[in-house]
């Protein structure tokens, strides 16, 4: 049964996307600025193509180490309503000024002889940058990162908000959305609906083994067997694996990233406009477990989380893979703390 805080928020989630509210379909009040760091990439680009088509959106400010100048003229001439600006690596505090959300999407490609920690440090420089460039240029940003792995760069961003006294655990977010729509996809798929019409809760981490979707809460309900939920868990698990195997070396998960960071960002557009029952499942700094930082379903608000919605009553199942998750969890945070600041 769910925790009361969580089902009656949870069991509305749906109705928004039911209500044709995807990352291309946004009520438009007031406009904001929205900056994509990392534009130039494999995820920033389909990112801002589907954030250009967002009518809140006045100012798309896009920034990136290598020249923007193509990208910003080219989706300049889409006939909608936000003014595209680009911004190279020496204007990161231009691009960020008076921004009403942050989305950090860059990342270093890997290199054939590149270890994993040298890729971690990489792309956790310019998450940290970014934070070290907040506290002046835009306080009250709302800070969503993608740039993998979020488990560990999430905690090293906020400690660099803290070092600069700029830190407000309601307005950063780990975004975890691309969990949740494989989850809805592949549960759809295996009982025969629409994945539009699936609800269900994805907590732990985002990255991998440490996902789990919790199957138990899932509506319309998965009856299939204990074996076939485990596959469907490992599958849903896996799903970045599987891309990445597809794609046979040409590239990683990128698309699917993008739209469902423009879903999330149409999430927090939302909930700067003051609509009520915004819920996403991001990794946030929490108490509900043993980890400072955890993904949960969260309530949101004009000033970021306005309420962590915790975790509903796991079975015995989830309950032993949530713990095993949260001994990685805080792993993986306690290595990114251990990255240098700016």
């Not at 830190?167 to 494989?182: N, Q, W």
């Not at 979707?213 to 698990?237: A, C, M, T, W, Y």
């Amino acid at each position: 049964m769910f925790s009361i805080k969580f089902a009656t928020h949870f069991s509305r989630l749906t109705l928004c996307n039911q209500n044709n509210h995807g990352p291309c379909s946004w009520c438009s009040r007031r406009g904001v600025k929205v900056t994509v760091v990392g534009a130039a990439g494999g995820v920033g680009q389909p990112l801002s193509l589907l954030l250009k088509q967002n009518p809140q959106i006045t100012t798309l400010a896009l920034q990136d180490k290598v020249n923007l100048k193509g990208i910003a003229a080219d989706l300049s001439h889409i006939c909608t309503a936000a003014a595209v600006e680009a911004y190279d690596e020496q204007s990161l505090g231009k691009a960020l000024t008076k921004a009403a959300i942050v989305v950090v999407a860059a990342a270093v490609p890997r290199k054939p002889d590149m270890a994993p920690d040298q890729l971690l440090q990489e792309n956790a420089k310019v998450a940290i940058a970014v934070a070290k460039e907040i506290g002046t240029s835009c306080p009250d940003a709302l800070l969503a990162i993608i740039t993998s792995p979020v488990n560990m760069i999430v905690p090293v961003v906020a400690k660099q908000l803290m070092e600069d006294d700029a830190y407000d655990p309601r307005r950063l977010f780990g975004v975890t959305t691309l969990d949740v729509m494989r989850a809805k996809t592949i549960i759809g798929a295996s009982i025969g609906v629409d994945a539009l019409q699936v609800r269900i809760p994805v907590v732990g981490g985002p990255d991998g083994e440490t996902t789990l979707p919790l199957i138990s809460q899932s509506h319309p309900k998965f009856d299939g067997s204990p074996n076939e939920k485990v596959e469907v868990v490992q599958r849903i698990q896996q799903a970045g694996t599987e891309v990445d195997k597809a794609k046979a070396g040409s590239g990683s998960v990128t698309l699917s990233m993008a739209y469902a960071g423009a879903s999330f960002v149409n999430s927090l557009l939302r909930a700067l406009n003051d609509e009520s029952n915004v819920v996403e499942c991001a990794f946030v700094q929490s108490d509900v477990s043993e980890a400072q930082f955890l993904a949960t379903p969260v309530l949101l608000g004009p000033k970021g989380i306005k309420e962590n919605l915790g975790l509903p009553e796991l079975d015995e199942f989830e309950e032993d893979a949530l713990q095993q998750i949260v001994k990685t969890v805080i792993k993986d945070i306690d290595q990114g703390l251990k990255l240098p600041l700016c």
